[in-house]
């Protein structure tokens, strides 16, 4: 009998041992449940924040996207590859809205150029930052900050070219300075031309002025105001980037805007005409000579070069001045994307790309070794008329003025952070892509 009440009591001991566990093991699972669930909570709460201007300024939350389903349509691409890219155009697509708003501030980047700064100089709407490109047909990954300076490592990366060469290179730099802070190493006497050192990756990155990408003398100051003609000799590289040329591993190379202006032209040192110079006994020829000229003659030098290099062929930029040009008391007030078809190419533009797309098929005729590939930006620019400082060029220009007041306008140039920041995921897809 006492062996049957120990057995008894073994086995009830044994029942209230095996429950003890189950619901230590319950309790455990609704305790990482808890805790995945708060960890997530208080993460997504941290990504949805305010974005911090100067001082105490702040900006509101990312706008929800007008299409919920939207981003369902977009998923995570893990891999790094860009699905889709080689049977798709990457240049053309759309502006779709984007929740997570900029990947920085202009409070956490210090490499931000003043008249790019657009919160900083008090302009009030925000809803420019919440876009991104969005291809047709294919999946456009975020730059990876992080990828790229390890796909850099021990290499040089120059950008060559105008204003909008050193607009992109600043965006580059205030998202890879997420990861690395780079030391800037040398700069000119105007500081258009600058070099950045990332000492963790050995990666030297630099932004070359060199507007025509010719050998040309211009007389003008830094807001644009002329006291003469420039001179520009269409037979002649300027030296400024040619004698760098052999320090770079990759080169995002471009004209542009500059070709529009009055120009005397030279060739062998002997006047052959000129652009919007109004001179007596002097032929006048379109800036489309000029520019042809120029780009053939850069991308054949690149592509006969013995120095192989990778190289981006960026085109041209549309502006968005309206009534008026930058000097006219033109303006770009408008605060959203255009959808594809709602506006026009302007004549301009339609004529220095179809320069810019001939003179680069016949280049590729030439490719000796190195790599060039379209960086078409220009399309996917005209649709962002909301996307350029405007007025806020200048620190809160409208203080102590009425709002009707005349203020030179920026409708060239990318606020930062904003559209131009969209160039690096596709800068990034092209090099991906080999």
């Known amino acids: 009998m006492k062996n049957m009440k120990l057995t008894m009591n073994n086995t009830q001991l044994l029942l209230n041992q095996k429950h003890y566990q189950v619901y230590i093991k319950i309790a455990i699972c609704l305790l990482v449940i808890w805790f995945t669930y708060h960890f997530y909570s208080s993460t997504s709460i941290q990504f949805s924040s305010v974005i911090v201007t100067n001082g105490d300024h702040k900006l509101p939350p990312p706008l929800p996207p007008a ?4 981003f369902d349509q977009f998923p995570v691409n893990n891999t790094g590859i860009p699905q889709g890219s080689l049977e798709c155009d990457i240049f053309t697509g759309e502006w779709v809205r984007d929740r997570a708003g900029p990947r920085y501030t202009n409070n956490s980047c210090n490499t931000i150029e003043h008249h790019q700064n657009c919160m900083y100089n008090g302009r009030p709407d925000t809803d420019y930052i919440y876009w991104r490109w969005s291809p047709f047909g294919c999946e456009l990954p975020t730059f990876d900050a992080k990828l790229f300076l ?3 490592r021990n290499k040089s990366m120059a950008f060559i070219g ?4 050193r607009n992109h290179v600043q965006s580059l730099l205030c998202i890879l300075s997420q990861v690395e802070e780079a030391i800037e190493v040398y700069h000119d006497e105007e500081y258009r031309s600058k070099r950045w050192f990332f000492g963790s990756y050995n990666f030297t ?7 025509f990408l010719l050998k040309a003398d211009i007389f003008e100051d830094n807001d644009g105001h002329s006291s003469g003609a420039i001179e520009l000799h269409l037979d002649e590289l300027d030296s400024v980037w040619v004698n760098e040329f052999t320090n770079f591993n990759y080169i995002m190379i471009s004209g542009g805007k500059w070709f529009l202006k009055t120009a005397v032209y030279y060739d062998n040192n002997t006047l052959i005409g000129c652009h919007s110079c109004n001179k007596e006994n002097v032929t006048e020829i379109e800036f489309n000579y000029a520019y042809r000229k120029a780009i053939r003659a850069v991308l054949d030098f690149i592509m006969k070069s013995d120095h192989k290099v990778y190289t981006f062929f960026r085109t041209t930029t ?3 001045f309206e009534n008026g040009e930058w000097n006219t008391g033109g303006y770009c007030n408008r605060t959203g994307p255009f959808k594809s078809g709602e506006v026009n190419m ?3 533009d339609k004529t220095m790309r179809d320069v810019e797309l001939e003179e680069f098929e016949n280049a590729k005729e030439l490719m000796n070794g190195s790599v060039l590939r379209l960086f078409d930006t220009t399309r996917l620019s005209l649709l962002r008329p909301d996307g350029h400082p405007g007025p806020y060029r200048a620190f809160h220009p409208f203080d102590g003025k009425d709002r009707n007041a005349k203020v030179q306008n920026d409708c060239l140039h990318w606020c930062l952070p904003g559209p131009i920041d969209s160039w690096n995921d596709l800068m990034m897809n092209l090099l991906l892509q080999g």
Request: hydrophobic fraction near 35%; avoid cysteine.
């Open 150 to 152: 390890q796909y850099m």
């Open 162 to 165: 105008d204003s909008i060469s």
């Open 205 to 211: 990155l630099s932004v070359i002025w060199s507007p």
């Open 318 to 320: 549309p502006d968005h």
């Open 67 to 70: 299409n919920p389903t939207l």
């Open 346 to 348: 302007r004549d301009v």
